[in-house]
T-cell receptor, first 114, second 117 residues
Framework: KAGVTQTPRYLIKTRGQQVTLSCSPISGHRSVSWYQQTPGQGLQFLFEYFSETQRNKGNFPGRFSGRQFSNSRSEMNVSTLELGDSALYLC?????????????FGPGTRLLVL | AQKVTQAQTEISVVEKEDVTLDCVYETRDTTYYLFWYKQPPSGELVFLIRRNSFDEQNEISGRYSWNFQKSTSSFNFTITASQVVDSAVYFC??????????????FGSGTRLSIRP
């Protein structure tokens, strides 16, 4: 079974721009969660989607948004990029039915904001 | 509030030594779920183990073993006869059951393990 895939793997943007990251979950998984990983803050939960609905949200500003499609693929968008948004963005998928299943992670998208 | 503490920021041992990574957690829930993930330099978090709060059995998988003790709120991870390929950052995580289908997973700050040849 193919694992979680994320595209692109690397991205360089400048301040003020916006960016869209994509995540394809493991086949059959209906939940997708997004995390931001930085050296200073560690791994922080952004949001979780299940059946095209945002089920849970972390403490991030409104510049961070996401969505999920009917095929469970998810995208996250960051608008008006700031230098502090430079991070590894990880996507995780799980079966999703109960909200407590094990999450399996993708390789991440490394975003650099200049 | 929930919290996961991995007090060991970095550990360096010589190959073939045994090494234990500590994880202490805090939660008010009586039902919860604990995880260990490995993050090699490539960046992907690799799932290692999941333990439910109502199951205190220790787990052994090859050179890996986990000691779950509710009395001390700890879920420690031991690598026996470490190998260079074990070098990675290891994360302990806690997930609450949530009161709906929404539940959050909290990660510790990670322990960077270096195995020297």
């Amino acid at each position: 079974k193919a694992g979680v895939t994320q595209t692109p793997r690397y991205l360089i943007k400048t301040r003020g721009q916006q960016v869209t990251l994509s995540c394809s979950p493991i086949s059959g998984h209906r939940s997708v969660s997004w995390y931001q990983q930085t050296p200073g803050q560690g791994l922080q939960f952004l949001f979780e989607y299940f059946s095209e609905t945002q089920r849970n949200k972390g403490n991030f500003p409104g510049r961070f948004s996401g969505r999920q499609f009917s095929n469970s693929r998810s995208e996250m968008n960051v608008s008006t990029l700031e230098l502090g948004d430079s991070a590894l963005y990880l996507c995780a998928s799980s079966l999703g039915g109960t909200g407590i299943e094990t999450q399996y992670f993708g390789p991440g998208t490394r975003l650099l904001v200049l | 509030a929930q919290k996961v503490t991995q007090a060991q920021t970095e550990i360096s041992v010589v190959e073939k030594e045994d090494v234990t990574l500590d994880c202490v957690y805090e939660t008010r829930d009586t039902t919860y779920y604990l995880f260990w993930y490995k993050q090699p330099p490539s960046g992907e978090l690799v799932f290692l183990i999941r333990r439910n709060s109502f199951d205190e059995q220790n787990e052994i998988s090859g050179r890996y073993s986990w000691n779950f003790q509710k009395s001390t709120s700890s879920f420690n991870f031991t690598i026996t006869a470490s190998q260079v390929v074990d070098s990675a950052v290891y994360f302990c995580a806690l997930r609450d059951p949530g009161y709906s289908s929404a539940s959050k997973i909290i990660f510790g700050s990670g322990t960077r393990l270096s195995i020297r040849p």
